[in-house]
Every structure is written in C-alpha cells, then in structure tokens.
C-alpha cells in the first residue's frame, strides 16, 4: 500500500485509491451491459473523497478511458451511420458553447432535461425513425450544447439513442460509448488548456482505466446473453431513476 500511495497525490489515500478502482469495475460493468448509470454512479462515489476542482476533469478522464474501451470491444456494433453525424454535430455544438456567454439556472435546466429524458424514454418520439444524417448532426450538436449547462449529457443521449436503436440494445450501447467517447475527450481538452494538472492524478486515473476495461468485458457477456425485452425493462428503470434525481436536484435549487 505505501509504493501505492506514492504514486497519488496529496490527501489520497491508497484505501480510497482502491476503492475507487474497484468500483470503476462495477460502473464499467454496468454501463457496458445496460447501457446507462455507470458514469453517474462512479461520478456520486468520487465525489465523496475527489476534492470538488479535480473532481470533474478526473471523472471525465476515467470516462474517456471506459468509453473508449468499451466503443473498441463493441466495435462491431458501433452504427457508424449514426454515429459519425453525432460526432460531427458533438464538435459543432462544443465550439459553440465555449462562446457562449449566457448563464443559465442550473436548477431549471435540471427540471427540464429530467422531464424531457422521462418522456423521451416511456414515449415514442414521432419520426425519428427517419431522421436523416443532417437530423442527426443538429440533434447531436444541441446535446453537445446543453452539456456545457448541465452535466447529463449519458443518459439523455442514451434516451434518445433507445428511440433510434428500439430493438437493438448492442448497437445502442455500443455507439453511445462512441459518442460518449468524443464528448468527454472535449471536456478534456477544455480543462487542459484551463491548466488541469492531469500528470498528478494520471496513475490513479490508469488503474481505474484498466479495472474499468475489465469490467467492459464482463458487463459485455452480460449483455450479449440478455433477452431484449429484459434488458429494455432494466434500463428504463435505471434511466427513469436518473432522470427522477435530477429532478429532485432541480427542485432542491428552486425551493
């Protein structure tokens, strides 16, 4: 434990350390077979030991390292057809966003992005079966703008992605990894050139990586061998209990 500490930086403890790395396991897992909660969860753990001015730039590092992980072992399901104007459209709305100046309420906009993912996910969005490259693009660009607001951007793109991929549940967890992959890469240019001092957290942040890959491969086994009526019946659950929390947070703020 003491050639562990050594390698993390002040305040850190190794316990915590390996707590950490063995919850991005479980998240990673979770994520990978269910498509959504993963990211949310390792984020409420981290932000009981992560001082709040590391806390965001290291989760989104750690998510970069599972997303990426988990969009190269379900390569195969990735529907570059969507995936690709969601990228470009990602980039578009990031670079416009880093312009904005408008200040939004935070707990407003957690009201409305919480309602908006419980109805994109118990309803069906009309037409968006047909919703055309371009579509994409602008869709995904508005997504990327709304992240620089609130940070929920996993699971209303997951909502979303669950109308486009209705009865393929690998293709929709497989190409959100994908998206989910460009847009904390993004956040971590951000906070690079905000002068993060990412090299200080980097060990702690390859060992939750690697713990998290792992549990990508098992989280995938999961999935490949679960009926697909199953595995809608669990993520609109576990979407639905997001989406509920940031209502609750949004109401927390107004009242």
């Known amino acids: 434990m003491e050639a562990l500490a050594a390698l993390l930086p002040e305040g850190l403890s190794a316990t915590v350390a390996a707590l950490l790395v063995v919850a991005s396991f479980f998240t990673s897992a979770l994520t990978a077979a269910f498509g959504v909660g993963g990211g949310v969860a390792m984020l409420a753990l981290m932000g009981l030991f992560v001082p709040v001015a590391a806390l965001i730039p290291v989760h989104g590092a750690v998510q970069l390292g599972s997303n990426t992980g988990r969009a190269w072992h379900q390569r195969a399901n990735v529907r570059t057809d969507v995936a690709i104007p969601f990228i470009a459209g990602s980039i578009v709305g990031a670079i416009g966003g ?3 100046v408008v200040q939004l309420p935070d707990a407003l906009l957690k009201l409305v992005l919480g309602g908006f993912i419980i109805v994109v996910t118990w309803t069906k969005i009309p037409g968006i079966e047909r919703l055309g490259q371009a579509g994409l693009a602008v869709a ?3 997504l990327a703008l709304m992240t620089m607001f609130v940070g929920a951007t996993g699971p209303l793109l997951s909502a979303v992605f669950a109308q ?8 929709l ?3 959100h990894a994908a998206g989910m992959t460009v847009q904390h890469a993004l956040k971590i240019v951000v906070f ?4 993060f ?3 200080d957290w980097l060990p702690l942040i390859a060992m939750m990586i690697a713990s998290g890959f792992l549990g990508t491969l098992y989280g995938t086994r999961m999935l490949e061998s679960m009926p697909e009526e199953t595995f809608k019946t669990w993520f609109r659950i576990g979407i639905t ?3 509920l929390d940031l209502l609750r947070r949004g109401l927390a703020g107004i009242l």
């Open 98 to 100: 880093a312009f904005l």
């Open 140 to 142: 995904s660009a508005a």
């Open 164 to 171: 486009i991929f209705a009865n393929d549940r690998k293709a």
């Open 173 to 175: 967890v497989a190409t």
């Open 192 to 195: 690079g050139f905000a002068g």
């Open 197 to 199: 001092a990412f090299a």
């Open 241 to 243: 209990v997001l989406a």
